[in-house]
């Protein structure tokens, strides 16, 4: 490859690389900064000029970093985001603030953490939008692909680049109609795998921790129904004999409509808030950081 001047790299072209390393893909990369792929092209063409490494090679339908880029990445990510954190205002007033918070969540942090962080929202920081998107098993990539802004889920993420830290912890129950015979006992495992069940199958790798315990007992669910969330569980246990197994804080969401009653497998989790050097030293995000802690400490006063 020809020599190329190393300063003529700027942060736009960095920006191409990391875009395009994160989706392993050139087309979805240009897709993400709405640009056609020979403008992403052309970026990484000039960074192999630079950096004298193919950066990317073929691999069946798809292309795979080289350890060379796997290095670059790594150092360019962190530049361009100290870099875009030096613009970030010093100050942040959260009356006058306009700007877009991209949270990735599930079901379980919609029904927990979001409505009283809207709440907040509107009454300190109302030109703060709130988007929020599903992270189903995919909320470390969307993180890492600047998709999102911040990540709350049960999730451990140990990799450098992230930041995390603890929001609230919870447990299973079983719920049932009101009116079921299991309403009023409390099960063992044995009468517990036995009873027809709902199962909550989030697909992906994912899977609830009470099924993790059970599969290390050497235990499985009588299994009569799987379903892709918890959102409907009430209206489908009306009238059946069958339980589901969900966290606490979802069930007392259910209200009235469902019994609640403990699980031999409570299998106790925590739900975890994770973002980037991108947003880190912004004075807005640790505003936000801040606000979803303190209703994160108020959750948590609650007898779960």
């Known amino acids: ?19 395009v390393h994160a989706h392993g893909s050139f087309t979805r990369a240009a897709e993400a900064l709405g640009v056609n792929q020979s403008t992403v092209s052309y970026a990484i063409d000039r960074l192999r000029k630079v ?3 193919p950066l990317f ?11 060379r880029c796997e290095e670059i990445v790594a150092v360019a990510g962190r530049m361009v985001d100290e870099f875009a954190a030096l613009s970030e205002p010093l100050d942040f007033d959260p009356a006058n603030a306009r700007a877009t918070i991209t949270l990735s969540c599930n079901f379980y942090e919609r029904v927990t953490l979001v409505p009283p962080l809207v709440r ?3 009454e300190l920081a109302p030109g ?24 709350a889920g049960p999730v451990q993420i140990t ?3 992230f930041y995390g830290r603890g929001l609230i912890g919870d447990h299973y129950v079983c719920v049932m109609a009101p009116e079921n015979p299991l309403a009023d006992r409390v099960l063992d495992a044995e009468s517990y795998v036995a009873v027809p069940q709902v199962v909550v199958n989030y697909g992906g790798n994912w899977r609830s921790r009470y099924l993790v315990e059970l599969d290390a007992a050497g235990l499985a669910l009588n299994a009569v129904m799987e379903v892709p969330s918890p959102a409907n569980l009430p209206d489908i246990l009306t009238g059946t004999d069958l339980i589901a197994t969900v966290p606490l804080r979802i069930a007392r969401a259910y209200g ?5 009653g403990q699980c031999p497998f409570p299998a106790p989790f925590s739900i975890d808030l994770y973002w980037t050097s991108r947003t880190h030293h912004s004075a807005m995000y640790k505003w936000v950081r801040g606000v979803l802690g303190r209703i994160a400490d108020e959750l948590n006063q609650d007898r779960i």
């Open 128 to 151: 703060l939008k709130l988007d929020i998107i599903s992270s189903t098993v995919l909320g470390k990539e969307q993180l890492a692909r600047g998709e999102s802004d911040l990540l």
């Open 159 to 161: 990799e450098g680049g």
């Open 256 to 260: 009235d409509r469902v019994a609640i």
């Open 57 to 67: 090679v073929r691999q069946g339908a798809g292309i795979v970093a080289t350890d």
């Open 1 to 19: 490859m020809s020599s190329f001047d190393p300063m003529t790299v700027d942060f736009a072209a960095l920006k191409v690389l990391r875009l």
């Open 120 to 122: 907040r929202l509107r």
């Open 51 to 53: 950096f004298k490494d």
